[in-house]
């Protein structure tokens, strides 16, 4: 596991170097591509993708034509969640964006008996569960279900990548594939 993690901080700083001209930014931005920990090209399905990725606490956005175009660091459900007694994982499957908030967004179910955790940007795709932004991400499962990205990477997939259903789109929001852990 160590190694894992070094081996993924060092391509993070690798990214952030300036290779050719053009500057690779950090922490998944546009164009920190090289050294995913997600695929670089997942089939084309014509449609724009989020892959969630639990088992190298990774999430890529791809474009219809199955290019990644943005990743970084997530984390999902936890195994286990002792203030409920019970595995908390992020369902996997392929789902839909079906609502989505701003920065304002917050959990109506936790912490337990009051509600109120932030879950900024917050998109919804299956149930309760949501990808969203956090102050702070870790290398591991830890959520009660939703999806941890920074901050900035959940405001940038909420404002210039993911839809919400409408007619435009036939109702289908924007397809997310949680892969299994």
Not at 16 to 22: H, I, K, L, P
Not at 143 to 158: E, T
């Amino acid at each position: 596991m160590l190694i894992k993690v070094i081996t993924f901080l060092l391509a993070i700083v690798v990214a952030s170097v300036v290779q050719a001209g053009s500057v690779v930014y950090m922490n998944g931005a546009l164009g920190a591509t090289q050294n995913a920990a997600v695929p670089t090209a997942i089939s084309a399905s014509g449609e724009k993708v989020i892959l969630i990725d639990p088992k190298v606490h990774a999430w890529g956005a791809y474009n219809a034509k199955g290019k990644l175009v943005r990743w970084g660091i997530a984390s999902a459900g936890a195994s286990w969640c002792a203030d409920i007694q019970k595995s908390c994982r992020t369902r996997v499957g392929d789902f839909r964006v079906y609502s989505a908030g701003n920065k304002h967004c917050s959990s109506s179910k936790y912490p337990i008996a009051q509600g109120g955790a932030p879950m900024p940007f917050c998109m919804y795709f299956s149930g309760g569960q949501a990808i969203h932004g956090a102050n702070q991400v870790e290398m591991t499962n830890k959520s009660h279900g939703c999806v941890r990205l920074y901050r900035d990477d959940a405001k940038w997939l909420r404002y210039h990548f993911v839809d919400t259903p409408s007619k435009k789109n036939n109702f289908k929001g924007t397809k997310v594939i949680v892969r299994s852990y």
